[in-house]
């Protein structure tokens, strides 16, 4: 994707009006539990700031309801309460520690009093505008709302991969009424490490997919036939693939709608020449516990009453060997229930090898499995770690995100 980015913009002086992704998660008192978002969009704010620029942040936090539609006075008060939880006035007093003050929170994202307070900037300020969920033209990218939030910026810099996915009033509208739109490095990165996988991979180039169900990412998997050498499959999904094949699966997760699609997927591979590496033996628990009974069980000896939760010590090494052979590697989905330690051996086991293979270029992409390179201790030595799950599954689909296009192009 050939879009302008950060460093292509002249920021001095200038109102920078910034989408970053700061939903992050809140302990009870408001105050940030995980501040993996926020410092994830510190480069592009302090090289803003270093800049001489005017930074004007945006972004949304939690799902605010809509008063409006409370069908009674108590349900009213119940959304009220939720969305006062949802105010940005923590994030700021968080942002103010990591960049060592000056930042301004308004109570408002656009209107009289957020204008005059962009007016009154000066190079090197920050203003955080508040949820922009609590506009409901935001989630329906209304024209209106666009032009108020254009009219905040003389330029627009997108740095929230993980809403890209999106067309929003903040992540898409708004650039149809400003000069420019770049990305943010941030973003500039995700759009660097999905391109190469998509479009020029060191290969052999092998897809590791886990998660739950095949139908949720049967666009992932078709896409994915074209351009891998070899695909894995681990986690839930493997046992709906063992099923397709006839084998028992026991009290194991099944995806009943996804069989037909598992056997369309075993015969695509077959005729497009990827290797395809599904599990061999798995453990297996009589209960979904960490305290649970466990033992290893071969390909279709998964007893009623008991289920899979993890790949089995034959399936690791296989994958691990098939691993080790890769120039890429780029995964989606743990390969086993990695939140309880019996049952993490694979995914840990997986997440360490690619950690300490420096010639393998390692993609992880977003939501569980970066949650679990981050438990680990792991990211850091990953090529990539990606900040948006679903943005991230839909680069693997091939799609085209709207945030991205949206950008001005070089």
């Known amino acids: ?10 920021v ?3 109102r920078v009006l910034m989408r970053v992704d700061f939903n992050v998660p809140q302990n009870e008192d408001g105050s940030v539990r995980d501040d993996t978002r926020i ?65 301004k929170k308004v109570d408002d994202i656009v209107g009289p009093d957020v204008e005059a307070a962009v007016a009154a900037m000066e190079p090197g300020d920050i203003i955080l505008l508040e949820n922009t969920r609590f ?18 910026g003389d330029v627009y810099v997108s740095d929230a991969f993980g809403t890209v996915h999106r067309a929003h009033a903040s992540t898409e509208g708004v650039t149809k009424y400003v000069s420019q739109s770049a990305a943010g490095f941030l973003v500039a990165k995700e759009m660097e490490y999905f391109g190469r996988v998509l479009n020029s991979p060191d290969r052999p180039l092998l897809a590791i997919l886990g998660g739950a169900k095949v139908s949720d990412k049967i666009t992932v998997i078709e896409n994915l036939l074209n351009l891998v050498d070899t695909l894995v499959i681990g986690g839930g999904m493997a046992y709906t693939f063992m099923k397709a094949q006839g084998y028992e699966i026991g009290n194991s997760l099944l995806d009943e709608g996804g069989i ?11 005729e497009k020449g990827v290797e395809l590496l599904l599990p061999v033996d798995t453990v297996v628990a009589d209960a ?9 069980v071969g390909l279709g000896e998964i007893e009623a009453g008991w289920e899979g939760l993890d790949i089995g010590p034959k399936t690791l090494e296989m994958f691990c060997d098939a691993i080790k052979k ?3 590697v780029v995964w989606n989905g743990p390969v086993g229930v990695f939140e309880m330690e019996k049952f993490a051996v694979g995914t840990k086991t997986i997440a360490d090898l690619l950690a300490n293979s420096p010639n393998i270029t390692s993609v992880i992409g977003g939501g569980d499995t970066a949650a679990a390179v981050a438990q680990y201790g792991l990211a850091d030595k990953m090529s990539h770690v990606s900040t948006g799950g679903g943005a991230s599954l839909e680069m693997l689909e091939g ?4 945030g991205l296009a949206a950008l001005t192009d070089k």
């Open 1 to 10: 994707m050939n879009k302008l980015t950060i460093e292509d913009l002249d």
């Open 39 to 103: 410092r994830a969009a510190l480069r592009s704010i302090n090289y803003v700031r270093e800049k001489g620029g005017k930074l004007i942040l945006m972004s949304h936090l939690g799902r605010p309801g809509d008063p409006n539609k409370a069908e009674s006075e108590e349900e009213k008060a119940k959304i009220l309460k939720k969305n006062a939880t949802l105010k940005m006035d923590p994030i700021a007093d968080h942002l103010r520690k990591l960049v060592g003050g000056n930042v």
């Open 288 to 296: 979904f516990s960490n305290d649970a009974n466990t033992k290893v």
């Open 326 to 328: 890769s120039k890429t």
């Open 260 to 270: 037909d699609v598992a056997k369309t997927v075993l015969a695509k591979a077959k």
């Open 399 to 402: 799609k085209e995100l709207p």
């Open 135 to 152: 506009n409901k033209g935001e989630t329906k990218n209304n024209p209106e709302l666009c032009e108020q939030l254009a009219k905040l």
């Open 12 to 14: 001095k002086g200038k």
